[in-house]
């Protein structure tokens, strides 16, 4: 009888970032170098993921944190998997912070960081991620939007503030800030009169241009 040879072919996906991504990444590394975070302000469907992992990748770390919404973690370890790096990742959402290991992160990407925005009082989401970038020794941090200041530019200032070192750092909270980045006004609601914070100046968006990356 003649014998039957299996062969096994393994294919084998060789991710390939298109030009512009490889030009981000280039871009995002020589950032985070000088100053430990960096925005990438890419519109939806452009690869934020992918190219945020690759700035990971490129930066030869070890363990990142991927802070997302639930229903994005999925589709984020596809990409993971897909790009196939040497690091370790840990992908959650925002809501299960609190269940963070002790392991130590030399990347935390913030993904949809414009849900960080809220002020003048920085919201839990805020306060969360910063008290990790604290534990954990100021790592690398990216933070990933595709509408980064959608209301105001006055959003801008409690998604950086969760760096240890950003360019509002002189300003110790929202209200020192303000004075001189918002345009304050007032307004009565319920026969009472108080400020009004939405009237970011354009010299916010300015300040932030050295650590911002726009596609």
Same mark, same amino acid.
Request: proline letters at 5%; one cysteine or more; charged letters at 20%.
């Given at each position: 009888s003649t014998p039957i040879i299996l062969v096994s072919f393994s294919i084998i996906l060789i991710m390939e970032l298109r030009d %512009?991504?490889?030009?981000?990444?280039?871009?995002?590394?020589?950032?985070? =170098? $000088?100053?430990?975070?960096? %925005?990438? #302000? /890419?519109?939806?469907? @452009?690869? +934020?993921?992918?190219?945020?992992?690759? &700035?990971? +990748?490129?930066? #030869?770390?070890?363990?990142?944190?991927?802070? @997302?919404? =639930?229903k994005a973690i999925s589709s984020i370890q596809d990409d993971y998997n897909l790009l196939n790096p040497d690091f370790s990742i840990n992908i959650i959402n925002y809501e299960?912070?609190?269940? &963070?290991?002790? #392991?130590? !992160?030399?990347?935390?990407?913030?993904? $949809? #960081?414009?849900g960080m925005g809220a002020y003048p009082k920085p919201?839990?989401?805020?306060?969360?991620? +910063?008290?990790?970038?604290?534990?954990?020794?100021?790592? !690398?941090?990216?933070?990933?939007?595709?509408?980064?200041?959608? $209301?105001?530019?006055?959003? /801008?200032?409690?998604?950086?503030?969760? /760096?240890? +070192?950003?360019?509002?750092?002189d300003y110790i909270n929202f209200y020192k800030f303000a004075k001189k980045y918002v345009n304050i006004k007032q307004r009565k609601i319920n026969s009472f009169m108080i400020n009004d914070y939405s009237n970011g100046l354009q010299t916010i968006i300015d300040e932030m241009k050295?650590?911002?990356?726009?596609?």
């Amino acid at each position: 009888s003649t014998p039957i040879i299996l062969v096994s072919f393994s294919i084998i996906l060789i991710m390939e970032l298109r030009d %512009y991504q490889k030009e981000i990444v280039r871009l995002g590394v020589n950032v985070l =170098k $000088e100053h430990k975070f960096v %925005y990438l #302000a /890419m519109e939806v469907r @452009t690869g +934020k993921t992918l190219t945020s992992l690759s &700035i990971s +990748k490129t930066l #030869a770390v070890s363990n990142v944190l991927f802070i @997302t919404k =639930k229903k994005a973690i999925s589709s984020i370890q596809d990409d993971y998997n897909l790009l196939n790096p040497d690091f370790s990742i840990n992908i959650i959402n925002y809501e299960s912070l609190h269940k &963070i290991d002790s #392991a130590p !992160y030399d990347v935390i990407i913030c993904d $949809e #960081a414009h849900g960080m925005g809220a002020y003048p009082k920085p919201s839990k989401r805020a306060k969360d991620v +910063k008290s990790l970038i604290q534990i954990n020794n100021n790592p !690398y941090v990216i933070l990933l939007s595709g509408t980064p200041t959608p $209301e105001s530019y006055s959003q /801008m200032y409690h998604q950086v503030s969760v /760096m240890l +070192k950003h360019p509002f750092s002189d300003y110790i909270n929202f209200y020192k800030f303000a004075k001189k980045y918002v345009n304050i006004k007032q307004r009565k609601i319920n026969s009472f009169m108080i400020n009004d914070y939405s009237n970011g100046l354009q010299t916010i968006i300015d300040e932030m241009k050295p650590h911002t990356i726009s596609y």
